[in-house]
């Protein structure tokens, strides 16, 4: 039993691109206001609300298609804390865009989609509300950045020290030639 084609590239477009809004968010926020500024805030916005819908159907997928088990030799609490990563990782890939659109709510800009789209706004306009969503959106991206190197950690393990194929199941051109 392995991935689907369609997880494996729903979990590389997923990563990729949080990658990029990832660094796109640090390098806007140091800018100064200009209409380049605002410009780069509305791509930041609209990558992350589609990363949230991409997140949306790879979950519905995950649902409908079992991922395959763990490896028989791992311990019980390295199951569980795999788990955890991988509940926490998906938490936090809806709960960061999330977090921005209700920053961007509190602080009374609605976020039009591809400039075409008006969403509805999460909450009305609230300084101090907006501050608290800036806050969480910056603490829940840090707590993603931390998981997502636990996350490579522990594949990097699996490849090169316990020599098992999970990292194999998401990068299958990593399979290595079975000795005869
Ligand atoms: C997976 C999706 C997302 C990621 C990884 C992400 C990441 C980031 C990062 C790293 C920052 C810089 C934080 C700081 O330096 O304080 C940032 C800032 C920001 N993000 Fe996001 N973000 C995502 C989605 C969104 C969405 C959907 C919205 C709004 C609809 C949004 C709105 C903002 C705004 C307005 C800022 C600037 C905050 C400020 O002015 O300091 N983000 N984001």
């Known amino acids: ?29 140091e800018l100064p206001l200009s209409p380049h500024k605002l410009q780069i805030y509305a791509y930041h916005k609209w990558a992350g609300i589609t990363i949230f819908l991409l997140v949306l159907f790879r979950l ?10 763990f490896p028989e030799t791992m311990l019980q609490w390295e199951k ?23 920053m961007s709510s509190a602080a009374g800009y609605p976020v039009v989609l591809f400039g075409m789209i008006p969403l509805p706004d999460l909450v009305s306009k609230n300084k101090e509300l907006s501050d608290i969503f800036k806050q969480v959106h910056f603490l829940l991206n840090m ?10 950690a522990a594949a990097v393990k699996h490849h090169f020290i316990v020599k098992d194929d999970v990292l194999v199941q998401m990068l299958p051109f990593l399979k290595r030639e079975k000795k005869s």
């Open 1 to 29: 039993m392995t991935y689907t084609k369609t997880a494996i590239s729903l979990h590389w477009l997923i990563a990729l691109s949080i990658a990029i809004v990832f660094g796109v968010g640090i390098y806007m926020h």
């Open 80 to 102: 569980q804390i795999a788990h955890l990563v991988h509940f926490l990782l998906y938490f936090l890939m809806l709960a960061i865009p999330m977090s921005g659109w209700l």
């Open 143 to 152: 707590s993603l950045f931390l998981l997502v190197f636990l996350h490579i």
């Open 60 to 69: 519905m997928w995950r649902h409908l298609h079992s991922p395959p088990p």
